[in-house]
């Protein structure tokens, strides 16, 4: 399918992102179609890296898709959350000039006019939560099931004994990522790709931090989830 030819787009930086979500919408009742070649609700389009996503360019062509109805931004926050918004909103300007200044802690749900006879829905979310550093793994942190806390707990510390006390090469930018996937490394079955932990409902798909962004992701693409 051409990326132009969908009227509700969402750009991500990565693959891990682009599964993830689907299969995060689909845990909570909105059908995705396993093969390529069916359409799915929402086209989710991997951009490679935020730098793409912030070439204003690339979003000014996407705006110009004739059949574009509702476009939609996820980017991590990585360490400074403040600065990757200020990063972000400043790439959109050019082409929403009417964007808010202030990103709202449930994401940002914008009307654009591309012109007066013609309107789309506009929105950004930033990992993990709109508020904090972080990136999709902290947001998973976020909706480990209850009885998985005690576990999660051992894993952070496990990877900062290895950082301390075994010279661990991990970034801290890295961090949250080397939690995650060393808790991983403990279930059944150890090392699953990010997705198909949601998939197989490692995570809670139904937690309350998950609603956030699940409401979020309905409401900037007018979408009602299957009873």
């Not at 996820?74 to 990757?84: E, G, K, L, M, Y």
């Not at 301390?164 to 990522?177: L, M, P, R, S």
Request: charged share 25%; with cysteine.
């Amino acid at each position: 399918m051409d990326k132009n030819d969908h009227s509700k787009v969402l750009w991500v930086e990565g693959k891990s992102d682009m599964f993830a979500i689907a299969e995060l919408m689909q845990a909570n009742g909105i059908p995705w179609p396993e093969s390529r070649r069916e359409t799915p609700p929402v086209l989710i389009s991997d951009r490679d890296s935020y730098r793409n996503i912030a070439k204003p360019s690339l979003s000014r062509n996407q705006l110009k898709s004739s059949n574009l109805t509702n476009f939609g931004i996820i980017v991590d926050a990585d360490q400074n959350f403040a600065s990757r918004w200020q990063s972000l909103r400043n790439a959109c300007l050019p082409s929403i000039p009417d964007i808010p200044t202030e990103l709202p802690a449930t994401g940002l749900l914008h009307t654009h006019a591309i012109t007066p006879e013609r309107q789309i829905r506009f929105g950004i979310w930033i990992m993990p939560d709109n508020i904090q550093q972080g990136m999709l793994e902290t947001f998973l942190a976020y909706v480990l099931r209850d009885k998985d806390q005690k576990l999660w707990g051992y894993a952070q510390n496990v990877v900062q004994v290895a950082r301390n006390e075994y010279n661990a090469e991990i970034k801290d930018a890295h961090i949250d990522k080397a939690n995650i996937h060393t808790w991983l490394a403990w279930q059944d079955e150890p090392g699953l790709q990010l997705h198909t932990t949601v998939q197989k409902k490692v995570f809670d798909p139904q937690h309350s931090r998950a609603q956030e962004f699940v409401t979020w992701f309905k409401k900037l693409y007018d979408i009602e989830a299957m009873t």
